[in-house]
T-cell receptor, first 112, second 114 residues
Framework: AQSVTQLGSHVSVSEGALVLLRCNYS??????LFWYVQYPNQGLQLLLK??????LVKGINGFEAEFKKSETSFHLTKPSAHMSDAAEYFC??????????FGTGTSLTVIP | EPEVTQTPSHQVTQMGQEVILRCVPI?????FYWYRQILGQKVEFLVS????????KSEIFDDQFSVERPDGSNFTLKIRSTKLEDSAMYFC????????????FGPGTRLTVT
């Protein structure tokens, strides 16, 4: 079975500061890991994904995440926050079957 | 860029009524899904659909729910007799091939049951 835990339902950062959104997963099979972003009144947009290969994956809008098997983590980072990054971020895992397992989401606020 | 679309964006219905939520997946995708997100909670899987039949469903997807692909483009979720606890955002998703590689999500339909 798979599951995801996102620590921190709300994160606030200053514009230009580092963004760090935490995600830990549990999976009985090699996981596929995803970060999705949801802007107000919009659907879930894929930011980045890890399937196999390089453990540091780069996504859209300057985001990246590193798969750390030993820590069962897939934290999302961005060196410098922008006002347009304010949104809800969801970590998800899949590994077999058809469904994705989502975390509860982290709401990111960027302070000017 | 192709995208998943959903209609309506917001549906208000009375308890006990039937509702149909509609989705148009990306045209060359073969797998289709419904998820829901109750306010303040995580996105939860409901059902997946492939080759005109349900391939997987969760405990949430009971006899009150059904899915259908009535033509070559639409994918629908029907709730036969809505309950207050069905109030949620419902997301449709589709994928081209292996389901666990990537799923593309629609903007969602907010269902409010009064």
């Amino acid at each position: 079975a798979q599951s995801v835990t996102q620590l921190g339902s709300h994160v606030s950062v200053s514009e230009g500061a580092l963004v760090l959104l935490r995600c830990n997963y549990s999976s009985s099979v090699p996981p596929y890991l995803f970060w999705y972003v949801q802007y107000p009144n919009q659907g879930l947009q894929l930011l980045l994904k890890y399937t196999t290969g390089a453990t540091l994956v780069k996504g859209i809008n300057g985001f990246e995440a590193e798969f750390k098997k030993s820590e069962t983590s897939f934290h999302l980072t961005k060196p410098s926050a922008h006002m347009s990054d304010a949104a809800e971020y969801f970590c998800a895992v899949s590994g077999s079957g058809n469904q994705f397992y989502f975390g509860t989401g982290t709401s990111l606020t960027v302070i000017p | 860029e192709p995208e998943v679309t959903q209609t309506p964006s917001h549906q208000v219905t009375q308890m006990g009524q039937e509702v149909i939520l509609r989705c148009v997946p990306i045209s060359n995708h073969l797998y289709f899904y419904w998820y829901r997100q109750i306010l303040g909670q995580k996105v939860e899987f409901l059902v997946s659909f492939y080759n005109n039949e349900i391939s997987e469903k969760s405990e949430i997807f009971d006899d009150q729910f059904s899915v259908e692909r009535p033509d070559g483009s639409n994918f629908t979720l029907k709730i036969r007799s809505t309950k207050l606890e069905d109030s949620a955002m419902y997301f449709c998703a589709s994928s081209q091939g292996q389901a666990f590689i990537e799923q593309y999500f629609g903007p969602g339909t907010r269902l409010t049951v009064t």
